[in-house]
């Protein structure tokens, strides 16, 4: 499975595959991964916004 197809997994984007196996650990996992790659995205966003629009705004 690729990463991109598994991040879109965690985000919602695109369904699962109902033939993976599943089990109490997994779910956990994939909520940690889903819960660090959406603050990963949020710090992004405001850095993109401290860096580059704010001195647009500035001037």
Same mark, same amino acid.
């Given at each position: !499975?690729? +990463?991109?197809?598994?991040? =879109?997994?965690?985000?919602?984007?695109?369904?699962?595959?109902?033939?993976?196996?599943?089990?109490?650990?997994?779910?956990? !996992?994939?909520? !940690?991964?889903?819960?660090? +790659? =959406?603050?990963?995205?949020?710090? =992004?966003?405001? !850095?993109?916004?401290?860096?580059?629009?704010?001195?647009? +705004?500035?001037?």
């Amino acid at each position: !499975m690729g +990463i991109w197809k598994q991040i =879109l997994e965690y985000l919602y984007i695109k369904k699962r595959d109902p033939n993976a196996e599943r089990n109490q650990y997994t779910k956990y !996992m994939h909520g !940690m991964n889903r819960i660090s +790659i =959406l603050l990963f995205l949020i710090a =992004l966003l405001i !850095m993109l916004f401290k860096l580059v629009i704010l001195p647009l +705004i500035k001037k």
